[in-house]
């Protein structure tokens, strides 16, 4: 549909249709089986690591320290995918090496949004094999140049169209594309491309600023449209009158945190709410504050600094106690074992002394137990 009018779609399925990932998962599903048919694993004196493969709905890389076996590889998927009536695109379907340039190409290659790419460094910062030697590279993920340029430009169209607009409309309009970029990002190596979007965004805001008030000086713009805050300065309002205070985040503090792998077999419907709620903050089986509290200790009890274990007693426990004025708020709350929430509160009263007629009455939250009693 396009103003109005309807085109039949003759071919293919619509571009951003939340159909197109679910056929494409189900047409690709058994492509991994094919090339683990073709080149299986070998141990002994004929050892042989099989091609890995990674795939996301249409989008997949086979890596491989042998260049024959790539190529073979891009010949029994093209082969796989004649049954079905589909190919691979020759423009988006390239060899890449990692470390050294290939056919005149850049080393490396871009994966969702992602390049990942190997760079020669000295024996202190050198990767490791799995037999200990050092590999004389390291690999990095970053963002992709090419996502930087379309970040950028999505920046630069949303300062644009708002020449006339408030401060406050720009900064709403802005804050939710620069969370979200970031939060992509967070988790590769991004720290310095960060601290450079973030200049990049100032030197559009400052030409925004100078636009709107051409008769100005320096001193005068950065007073009226920026603020010295804890973080520096900022690009935000004064908040007069009834207007609440409106910041323009920035993408440097979104905090750089490498993605861990989910463990072996794991799945979220294993009943194993311990683990989902420490690495996911959230599950369906923990009340929030205990997900939560789950989350920022990392799964540790905050007494004896053991990991928790599916089975195990857990409850929520006041930091300070609500009989010496604690708080009911997060930064007062930890989730400790049952028995080591009785350890604290012997402890507790001991200190407070025999004589001391007064009680601890605070009670635990929630009682998390093994998932039989759940």
Same mark, same amino acid.
């Given at each position: ?15 951003? !249709?939340?159909?197109?990932?679910? @056929? ?12 683990? +048919? ?12 099989? #091609? ?18 790539? +190529? ?16 691979? =695109?020759?423009?988006?379907?390239? @060899? ?7 056919? =005149?190409?850049? #080393? ?17 910062? $050198? ?6 030697? @050092? ?27 708002? =020449? ?31 601290? !450079?979007?973030?200049? @990049? ?23 009226? &449209? ?13 908040? /007069? ?33 311990? &683990?989902? $709620? ?26 004896? !600094?053991?990991?928790? =274990? ?10 300070? #106690? ?40 605070? /009670? #635990?939250? /929630? ?8």
């Amino acid at each position: 549909m396009d103003g109005g009018k309807l085109f039949p779609t003759s071919e293919g399925t619509p571009q951003g !249709g939340v159909i197109s990932p679910l @056929l494409a998962n189900i047409a690709l599903h058994g492509m991994e089986n094919r090339i683990k +048919q073709a080149f299986p694993r070998k141990g002994g004196k004929n050892h042989f690591n099989p #091609p890995n493969m990674i795939r996301y709905a249409d989008d997949f890389v086979i890596l491989h320290e042998d260049l024959t076996v790539v +190529q073979r590889c891009q010949q029994i998927i093209s082969e796989w995918l004649k049954g079905m009536g589909l190919e691979l =695109k020759p423009s988006k379907t390239r @060899l890449a090496h990692t470390l050294h340039k290939y056919e =005149k190409q850049k #080393p490396g290659f871009d994966f969702l949004g992602f390049n990942i790419k190997q760079y020669p460094v000295g024996k202190y910062q $050198s990767g490791k094999n799995t037999q200990g030697t @050092l590999l004389g590279f390291k690999t990095l993920i970053k963002p992709s140049p090419k996502k930087l340029k379309i970040h950028a430009e999505s920046l630069r169209n949303v300062i644009k169209t708002h =020449k006339a607009a408030p401060q406050e409309a720009l900064i709403h309009r802005l804050n939710p594309i620069i969370r979200g970029w970031a939060n992509y990002y967070s988790t590769v190596v991004s720290k310095e491309i960060f601290n !450079g979007m973030d200049n @990049l965004t100032y030197l559009k805001l400052r030409a925004w600023s100078k636009r709107r008030h051409p008769q100005k000086n320096g001193q005068w713009i950065s007073r009226r &449209y920026w603020l010295v805050q804890s973080e520096g300065w900022t690009f935000a309002t004064k908040g /007069e009158g009834k207007k609440k205070k409106m910041r323009l985040i920035k993408h440097s503090e979104t905090p750089i945190v490498r993605h861990v792998k989910v463990q072996g077999e794991r799945s979220p419907y294993d009943g194993d709410w311990i &683990y989902w $709620s420490t690495r996911m903050g959230m599950h369906p089986e923990a009340t929030a504050r205990v997900a939560t509290l789950l989350k920022k200790q990392k799964g540790t009890c905050a007494h004896c !600094g053991l990991y928790f =274990k599916d089975g195990d007693l857990l409850e929520v426990d006041h930091k300070t #106690p609500r009989s010496k004025g604690g708080k009911n708020t997060k930064d007062n709350l930890q989730l400790l074992h049952r028995h080591c929430h009785d350890t604290k509160t012997a402890k507790d009263k001991a200190v407070r002394g025999t004589n001391d007629n007064s009680r601890i009455t605070e /009670e #635990p939250y /929630e009682v998390k137990v093994s998932r039989t009693v759940l």
